[in-house]
């Protein structure tokens, strides 16, 4: 009995292992990888959508953040296949306040395919630096932003809201 579950565990484990290095030599993981390499680009508008949602509906201190979002730039920060970015803030913008560290921002969303990822906004002496996307499945794979819509507080063990059609 106890072999079958080592054995199991195995076997799932070489599956994620085979999965893992096949992205890795796949086109468009290197796709990602040159984006990397260009210069900051303004915010699509699902992106700036996000992010101002997430520092609208958050506490006093992520709403001093917001004056930033208008003049933002970002480039991918990542080449698991997740879609976040490194922001680039205006050195005119103001600061906003942040007493709770780095991440201003933990919640978790579905992506319009069902797939659950988890959100977080990092800020580094007053200015938002990234917005991080990842699959609370561990899988790397590429995936899409989530719906506002499904955005909730991360609680672990919980599942998001649902989405809304």
């Given at each position: 009995?106890?072999?079958?579950?080592?054995?199991n565990a195995y076997?799932?484990?070489?599956?994620?292992?085979?999965?893992?290095?096949?992205?890795?030599?796949?086109?468009?993981?290197?796709?990602?990888?040159?984006?990397?390499?260009?210069?900051?680009?303004?915010?699509?508008?699902?992106?700036?959508?996000?992010?101002?949602?997430?520092?609208?509906?958050?506490?006093?201190?992520?709403?001093?953040?917001?004056?930033?979002?208008?003049?933002?730039?970002?480039?991918?920060?990542?080449?698991?296949?997740?879609?976040?970015?490194?922001?680039?803030?205006?050195?005119?913008?103001?600061?906003?306040?942040?007493?709770?560290?780095?991440?201003?921002?933990?919640?978790?969303?579905?992506?319009?395919?069902?797939?659950?990822?988890?959100?977080?906004?990092f800020q580094d002496?007053?200015?938002?630096?990234?917005?991080?996307?990842?699959?609370?499945?561990?899988?790397?794979?590429?995936?899409?932003?989530?719906?506002?819509?499904?955005?909730?507080?991360?609680?672990?063990?919980?599942?998001?809201?649902?989405?809304?059609?």
């Amino acid at each position: 009995m106890q072999f079958g579950k080592l054995l199991n565990a195995y076997k799932t484990k070489w599956r994620v292992a085979r999965k893992d290095r096949a992205w890795e030599r796949s086109t468009r993981r290197r796709e990602i990888d040159a984006e990397r390499d260009l210069p900051p680009r303004p915010l699509t508008s699902h992106e700036r959508e996000l992010l101002y949602w997430t520092l609208e509906h958050g506490s006093e201190e992520t709403k001093s953040f917001l004056p930033q979002v208008a003049s933002i730039q970002a480039i991918r920060s990542c080449t698991c296949g997740c879609p976040s970015i490194q922001l680039y803030v205006t050195e005119a913008a103001p600061l906003g306040i942040s007493h709770s560290g780095r991440v201003i921002v933990d919640l978790v969303g579905k992506t319009p395919n069902g797939e659950l990822v988890g959100v977080l906004v990092f800020q580094d002496a007053g200015k938002l630096r990234e917005l991080e996307f990842y699959l609370l499945d561990g899988e790397e794979k590429e995936f899409g932003l989530p719906t506002i819509a499904s955005l909730s507080p991360f609680e672990s063990g919980k599942s998001p809201a649902p989405t809304h059609p």
